[in-house]
């Protein structure tokens, strides 16, 4: 079993480069640039302008940390639905649970504001319990956070969070993008292999033997209502993703994987999103977890060459989901 050896690469230093070159063209993307109230940078993808498909396909790369390539293509495996999201790293446990994962719980009473913070700036402030298992630590003297949603967070809390970064505030550029929107749809598609590491973490799988990883959703229309787009790209994932991921070990542990990575495992699989979300009256966490995850897999053992595949795609809960 082959072990890297080398340095450990910076998200935050290499979502910095795409930062920038998205700001450059952000004219050409639909995207505003501006200063917001405490002195930091704001990018809106999508909340008080239009946004697009490629505007969301950077930022789901900014959204990894610059260790993934993101691509849009015609290779969803759905007939009716061909238009794909495909997401590769060769970094899949800092690139995808170590910046792209939405783990920073970020709230303000005084305004009300609450929201999931995603990005590069999670691992500069490692609030999170996971980062002490992940064993990483990013160190860069600029932060960029991702905001799923309309606003970006209250100046009090934007002082907190540049605290927690340990960067001045006009070092840090917050992206939002709301899950209805273009932009936001494509990039919360473009965390299907995402779904399959964090599901592989709550299964106690070793993470440091997941080495490479491959994943593939379906396209769905944005929707402007909330509901709906979450119920459409969670379903994009849930019903419509394929994954594949390289993984050492032994055979016996990859396919153990493999059987228990597919969505259909979870209790709560069988119909769309947005229903399983209405029959919990709204409560996201009342969702069985292991929901969460793609609906076909493939792991890959480079020790051994062998490989295993598990699950199925749901083509006709998509058509559903997506009408």
């Excluded at 946004?51 to 849009?72: D, F």
């Excluded at 590491?197 to 490479?212: G, M, Q, S, T």
């Excluded at 944005?222 to 787009?229: R, S, W």
Aim: hydrophobic letters at 40%.
């Amino acid at each position: 079993m082959q072990k890297y050896i080398g340095p450990t690469p910076s998200v935050s230093a290499g979502a910095a480069k795409l930062v920038e070159a998205l700001v450059a063209n952000a004219g050409a993307l639909r995207c505003v640039v501006s200063k917001g109230a405490a002195g930091e940078r704001l990018i809106d993808l999508g909340a008080a302008t239009l946004g697009g498909l490629e505007a969301g396909r950077q930022l789901a790369e900014i959204c990894m940390g610059g260790l993934g390539v993101v691509t849009i293509n015609t290779a969803s495996g759905l007939a009716r639905w061909p238009l794909g999201v495909t997401v590769h790293t060769s970094n899949p446990v800092i690139s995808c649970l170590g910046s792209q994962y939405g783990g920073w719980t970020m709230s303000d009473e005084e305004t009300g504001f609450f929201a999931l913070g995603s990005g590069p700036a999670r691992a500069l402030a490692r609030k999170e319990e996971l980062f002490k298992e992940l064993d990483y630590a990013d160190h860069f003297n600029k932060g960029t956070l991702v905001i799923e949603g309309d606003n970006p967070p209250p100046p009090a809390l934007v002082k907190r969070i540049v605290s927690d970064c340990g960067i001045a505030v006009g070092d840090l550029t917050i992206l939002c993008a709301p899950t209805g929107s273009h932009a936001g749809t494509a990039q919360v598609v473009a965390r299907v292999l995402e779904a399959a590491l964090h599901k592989a973490h709550e299964l106690h799988f070793p993470l440091d033997n997941i080495v490479d990883g491959v994943g593939t959703a379906p396209l769905p229309p944005p929707v402007p209502d909330f509901v709906k787009a979450m119920g459409r790209t969670n379903d994009a994932i849930i019903y419509g993703g394929r994954v594949q991921l390289y993984v050492q070990g032994s055979n016996e542990a990859a396919q153990k994987l493999a059987e228990q990575l597919p969505s259909r495992g979870s209790s709560a699989y069988g119909k769309p999103f947005a229903e399983a979300f209405a029959a919990v009256d709204g409560d996201f966490y009342k969702i069985d977890p292991m929901l969460f995850s793609p609906a076909q897999v493939t792991v890959s053992n480079l020790d051994t060459g062998s490989s295993f595949h598990a699950g199925e795609l749901a083509p006709e809960i998509v058509d559903a989901s997506f009408r």
